[in-house]
């Protein structure tokens, strides 16, 4: 490969969250381990591979000027943002006007909310879910109304459509958020599956706050298709938000972005983002995104999809033919599994939280799927160099579900 996914990068030290924030805030950080292990960082949705040159590159420029005063957006950063999503998304007919800068993805989800909504309205969300929606939204003054996603006969988690038409229903609801690709369940949606989705929000007038965050990230075998591009009024109804930060490692510079294409929407959600006085871009986050999505940045997110590809294969086989009782479905995008392990805790006379604390005292630092609406499950970032894996399986096996 033409990068580098396989050096071990130390992180502790280094204000990271994964690494530093470890046994700090009990019930909300994993455990330090016992000691004899070293923790592999498997929690926090971020990745332990060094960010794309490109990005590096033009921040090391960048700080060849040494004034960073107030400026203005460049050209260049929504003229990097069309390009990105019509290489990598199909997308046309995308202007710089349609493009909105947001401080976070979570932050642009309560913007558009709050110029779509009422505080105390209940919103639609799918579970397993995103914590960070639940923390968000709460804090927020609204009110979640859950459809569960439901595994097929192939264990492949879909929308149950009837669900969801009753809640919007019974509910009285005008807005839902959907994950796409889906964190923690790991689908990428088929076109047909968003088609029906949003003929049914538009059947109940219901606008979408389209998470997208993860469009990036699809494994080998599998296209994000944009929510927006499923249908006209689909473009109209829906607040879409992206951000560079999943797909190159960069949340800790801060920087997303909305595409709102009706204008009345697009002033609104504006509105609504700017009332803070604090949703404005860094220097340094506009110049990152600027670098990555370069064509070289393009190159570096084909070698870590068939990275990742690789890792989340090697954990699903081994999972499936080693851990008895245990079971997970293929992610088709993101880096992240989730394991539902009613099965494995029964047979073993061990609590949910009793087997999360096991996997924490060898250094496993995997996330309690409760969290996520999951009450059986554990999430697992596989976002690491392939030696990490390994380790992290191999413990796994002979201390914790075959100890």
Known sequence: MKYDFTSLIERRGHDAVAADGLGTHAGCSPDLPKEGFDPIPMWVA??????APTVTEALAERLKHPIFSYYLTSPEYYDSIIR???VRNGVTGLTAECIGYENGVLGGVVAALDALCSRGDNVLLHSPVYNGFVSSLENNGYHLIFSPLVRDENGVWRMDYEDMEKRIVEKHIHAAVLCSPHNPA???WEREELEKAMELFRKHNVYVVSDEIWSDIILTGHTHIPTQSVSEDAKMRTVALYAPSKTFNLAGLIGSYHIIYD???RDRVTKQSSLCHY???????MHAL???????????????RCVLTENLSYAVRYIRERFEGVEVAMPEGTYLLF???EKWCRAHGKTQDELVKAGWDVGIA???GKIYRGPSHIRMNLALPFSRVKEAFDRLDKYVFNA
């Open 263 to 265: 204008p009345l929407l």
């Open 84 to 86: 990105w999503q019509a």
């Open 290 to 304: 600027i670098g990555a999505y370069k064509p070289e940045g393009e190159e570096w997110v084909d070698e870590l």
């Open 279 to 285: 949703n404005d871009m860094n220097v340094l986050s």
């Open 366 to 368: 995997w996330a309690n």
């Open 46 to 51: 971020d990745m332990n591979f060094a960010t």
């Open 186 to 188: 790991g689908r990428v």
């Open 339 to 341: 394991l539902d392990c």
